[in-house]
């Protein structure tokens, strides 16, 4: 079991551009939810999807939105990048229902510059 | 008022002692807690869940005050190895089924 994988690990942007980040989930995981961490910080929720749909939401702009495809992978795409988006950016994976555990990914470092 | 809240630490600690530390949180309506571990650079990891009995998991206890609205841990005989950044995690009711609401860390720095 590959568990929770995301791509890619590091990722340097000049502000302005536009940025997509992926995600697997964990096997027999239905749920990913994305998070943001920017440093000294714990993560922040930013937004979740099911069934391929948005089902809540974080206190994040439109400039974040978000893909989950029949496969249960999910996408990240944040437009108009600013400094202050450099952060982890961390997938975590749940089985609807069976809310045990989130199993994280080991994240996506983005640099904005 | 942020919604769960620790005291960043560091809590410097000599290797064998006991150390323990709170989380606060700000929703009564909060469901489910957990304590994540996180290494420096790395992702969360489950440590452990936490319930209105208390609950203990080798040298790892925590505790739930509902009425009070704090959760704590207690790190018994500290090893090396137990330095890391521990997140308080937090989540609301049926509503929010998965949204984790997380605290910015305890770090805890376990001394030779």
């Known amino acids: 079991d590959a568990g929770v994988t995301q791509s890619p690990t590091h990722l340097i942007k000049t502000r302005g551009q536009q940025v997509t980040l992926r995600c697997s989930p964990k096997s027999g995981h239905d749920t990913v939810s994305w998070y943001q961490q920017a440093l000294g910080q714990g993560p922040q929720f930013i937004f979740q999807?099911?069934?391929?749909?948005?089902?809540q939401r974080g206190n994040f702009p439109d400039r974040f939105s978000g893909h989950q495809f029949p496969n249960y992978s999910s996408e990240l795409n944040v437009n108009a990048l600013l400094l202050g988006d450099s952060a982890l950016y961390l997938c975590?994976?749940?089985?609807?229902?069976?809310?045990?555990?989130?199993?994280f990914g080991q994240g996506t470092r983005l640099t904005v510059v | 008022r942020k919604e769960v809240e620790q005291d960043p630490g560091p809590f410097n600690v000599p290797e064998g002692a006991t150390v323990a530390f709170n989380c606060t949180y700000s929703n009564s309506a909060s469901q489910s807690f957990f304590w994540y571990r996180q290494d420096c650079r790395k992702e969360p990891k489950l440590l452990m869940s936490v319930y209105s009995s208390g609950n203990e998991d080798g040298r790892f206890t925590a505790q739930l005050n509902r009425a009070s609205q704090y959760i704590s841990l207690l790190i018994r005989d500290s090893k090396l190895s137990d330095s890391a950044t521990y997140l308080c995690?937090?989540?609301?009711?049926?509503?929010?089924?998965?949204?984790?609401?997380f605290g910015a860390g305890t770090q805890v720095v376990v001394t030779p």
């Open positions: 975590a994976s749940a089985q609807a229902g069976v809310y045990t555990e989130a199993f």
């Open positions: 995690v937090v989540t609301g009711g049926a509503d929010s089924w998965g949204k984790l609401q």
């Open positions: 999807y099911y069934e391929e749909e948005e089902r």
